[in-house]
């Protein structure tokens, strides 16, 4: 922005006068969208044990930010973690999304509240019983009928009031969302046509509706119908590849969704047909 | 979909229903249409047959146009390519009272303080033009050759962020596609995820 010249400047103005005309409320950058702070899950580190760490977002009603694929518009946020010398972050763990939208534009992503938690890792020779001195620097993007792209710097302090069970419930309730691994005991596979993915689930008990959604971009129709079908041993989904799609893929990989914490990770291999 | 089943319902249209449903497929014939621009002029794309056309979806309140727009990167394409006799329009997908809607004064407007240099920008307030080729984000460009055929459908480059410092250093795909389509080459990635902010069609 410091680099914009003084036309860009009036034409940033003017842009964000009409973006916002009739919005009294408006003026408000993304900040005001949604809250974000940095938490934990524990008030000290064991040794040996990896210290559980996320960013929490609590966002206005209407809003909403993206999973890691965030479907047909919009991106997740990204997490740039500042650590002291010696612990290293792992990957972070995105909750089950929802879909969102309607129409022609489909994304995915959460609304209300999320946690993104990843796992810190002190250097074992670290005798760490506080807590370590933590931040990151987030960026996100957070739209409703509208989008406003936001950045937040954010360190670990500890919980108001010192009530860590708040904070070592949010652990748990978002844990309880986190996509598992599919059971040992289902067979996923997917046949390609021209036009679809039929994957197929066999899986007992029988469930009565499922829904996919792709980890990666680009390769199914996120707005198209996904039609359920049961089978002798569980089921079908036939999924509309994108029309993104240009090159044939080996694997389908993604989460399929029974219900409310119930997201299995899968990997389908891919038949043509 | 219920305009597509309306569609199938009478029989002399069911060949539309169809070419709406796989309309803007690369290698295929882009999907005729009709459009009126802010001057009120109207624009059929048959009439560009033997030209290059670029279709660049916007809503100048979504901060990824703005990205383009701030930076002047989109302005610098539109000049670049109109100047090597490219037809280059804009088009508005914003339904009234959703965020990007603009009248045909306000967007002209608009144009001159941002020194925007599109051909034309066509408003497309029901999202008819939107909804056949399916334009999903601002920005989405689309690219058709003098045939017709549709040659490049897709995001503006290969950094899918708001940042401005970004513009710099991003592989631009619509260059890249119209280098390479002008100068009688394939294009070598005809196909690429557009981002941007969803387009704010009608409820």
């Not at chain 1, 670990?156 to 949010?170: F, V």
């Not at chain 1, 049961?230 to 044939?248: C, E, V």
């Not at chain 2, 990007?100 to 599109?118: D, H, I, R």
Request: glycine share 8%; charged share 20%.
């Amino acid at each position: 922005m410091v680099l914009l010249r003084r036309r860009g400047i009036v034409r940033l103005t003017a842009c964000a006068m009409l973006a916002f005309a009739g919005r009294s409320n408006a003026q408000s950058p993304g900040e005001s969208r949604l809250k974000v702070e940095l938490i934990s899950d524990q008030a000290k580190s064991s040794p040996g044990q990896p210290l559980w760490v996320g960013v929490l977002f609590r966002l206005e009603q209407g809003w909403h930010i993206y999973w890691q694929n965030p479907g047909d518009s919009g991106e997740p946020p990204k997490v740039q973690w500042d650590l002291p010398t010696g612990f290293v972050a792992g990957s972070i763990r995105w909750p089950q999304p929802i879909r969102l939208g309607s129409g022609s534009v489909v994304d995915y992503g959460y609304e209300g509240q999320v946690l993104l938690m990843a796992p810190i890792r002190g250097s074992s020779s670290r005798n760490a019983t506080s807590l370590p001195s933590l931040s990151a620097d987030v960026k996100y993007i957070v739209c409703r009928d509208m989008c406003i792209p936001g950045k937040a710097h954010i360190t670990l302090s500890g919980p108001a009031g010192g009530d860590w069970a708040a904070w070592h419930a949010l652990f748990e309730q978002t844990r309880a969302q986190l996509p598992r691994p599919a059971p040992a005991s289902w067979k996923v596979t997917a046949v390609s046509d021209k036009q679809h993915f039929i994957l197929s689930v066999e899986a007992r008990p029988q469930a009565p509706g499922a829904s996919f959604f792709p980890l990666e971009p680009s390769q199914i129709d996120n707005s198209g119908p996904q039609d359920f079908a049961p089978t002798q041993n569980g089921f079908r989904l036939t999924l509309k590849k994108s029309d993104q799609l240009t090159k044939p893929i080996s694997t389908l990989r993604g989460l399929i969704v029974l219900g409310p914490g119930r997201a299995f990770e899968v990997a389908a291999p891919i038949t043509s047909r | 979909m219920r305009k597509r089943l309306a569609a199938i319902t009478v029989l002399g249209f069911t060949l539309v229903a169809f070419s709406i449903a796989w309309a803007a497929r690369v290698g295929e014939s882009a999907p005729e249409f009709t459009a009126t621009d802010t001057n009120g002029q109207i624009h059929k794309l048959s009439e560009y047959q033997g030209k290059f056309v670029v279709l660049e979806w916007t809503n100048r309140g979504c901060p990824y146009t703005q990205k383009h727009y701030n930076s002047g990167n989109m302005q610098r394409l539109q000049r670049d390519w109109t100047s090597r006799g490219v037809v280059w329009l804009t088009v508005v997908s914003s339904a009234p009272g959703k965020q990007g809607y603009v009248t045909a004064s306000e967007e002209n407007a608009y144009l001159k303080q941002a020194n925007a240099a599109p051909t034309a920008v066509l408003l497309d307030p029901a999202g008819t033009l939107g909804h056949l080729y399916d334009a999903k984000t601002t920005p989405h460009i689309f690219i058709i050759d003098p045939k017709g055929a549709l040659i490049y459908n897709g995001a503006i480059d290969d950094r899918p962020t708001t940042d401005v410092s970004d513009v710099n250093g991003a592989k631009n795909y619509v260059s890249i596609a119209l280098e390479e389509a002008t100068s009688g080459k394939p294009v070598s990635n005809p196909t690429t995820r557009p981002y941007g902010c969803s387009v704010k069609y009608a409820d």
